[in-house]
């Protein structure tokens, strides 16, 4: 499970290696960890998963931020204006 803690404790997700989870990270943890982290010591909390993206939702940020090379960018643009012309 995806957390990030409120405050630095030690830890162990595995029950044989402890180490330091600092305040205002994220770590990714064994679900027993997180409960203990989050419900039993209120030091951490979840962190939902980001929504992935579709290819085509990618595709149209890439184009809107102008992340694509201007010759890619450029035909796209040029094709739009084709079709919305027809």
């Given at each position: ?6 405050k630095t404790k030690l830890g162990s ?74």
């Amino acid at each position: 499970m995806l957390i990030r803690m409120k405050k630095t404790k030690l830890g162990s997700s595995n029950g044989m290696h402890v180490q330091m989870f600092e305040a205002d990270k994220e770590y990714d943890v064994s679900d027993r960890l997180a409960d203990i982290f989050i419900n039993q010591m209120n030091v951490a909390e979840e962190v939902k998963p980001k929504k992935q993206l579709s290819k085509e939702e990618v595709d149209e940020d890439l184009i809107i931020n102008k992340k694509r090379s201007p010759i890619t960018y450029n035909k796209k643009i040029a094709n739009k204006e084709e079709e919305e012309n027809k």
